[in-house]
Nanobody
Framework: QVQLHESGGGLVQAGESLTLSCTGSGDTFIRHTIGWFRQTPGEEREFVAGVGRIGAAKEYADSVNGRMTISRDNGKNLVALEIHSLKPEDTAVYYC??????????????WGQGTQVTVSS
């Protein structure tokens, strides 16, 4: 199975932007639909966005409100999540995972370390 690694998080001020990266090891990355998730203390991990195998089909959670864009570059084994106009409520640990399908957003793989996004007001 492909191994995924998240990076790109950090401490930012409200209104700024971040780009998170999900990179995969191996040569099977292109076979997988990939999704981003986030989790805050005391809350369930929630689906944020997903992208199909070739990058054309995309799905976003209703809570995104147009502030995020997901894309992929299979040549780089990369799925990126751009977060714009960051708000304090975006503070969370962000994870990526393979998905059973784009519409359901059901994760299939193991959860990694994630990358922390902290937004100050």
């Amino acid at each position: 199975q492909v191994q995924l690694h998240e990076s790109g998080g950090g401490l930012v001020q409200a209104g700024e932007s971040l780009t998170l990266s999900c990179t995969g090891s191996g040569d099977t990355f292109i076979r997988h639909t990939i999704g981003w998730f986030r989790q805050t203390p005391g809350e369930e991990r929630e689906f944020v966005a997903g992208v199909g195998r070739i990058g054309a089909a995309k799905e976003y959670a209703d809570s995104v409100n147009g502030r995020m864009t997901i894309s992929r570059d299979n040549g780089k084994n990369l799925v990126a999540l751009e977060i714009h106009s960051l708000k304090p409520e975006d503070t969370a640990v962000y994870y990526c995972n393979t998905l059973a399908d784009l519409r359901s957003g059901r994760p299939l793989g193991y959860w990694g370390q994630g990358t922390q996004v902290t937004v100050s007001s």
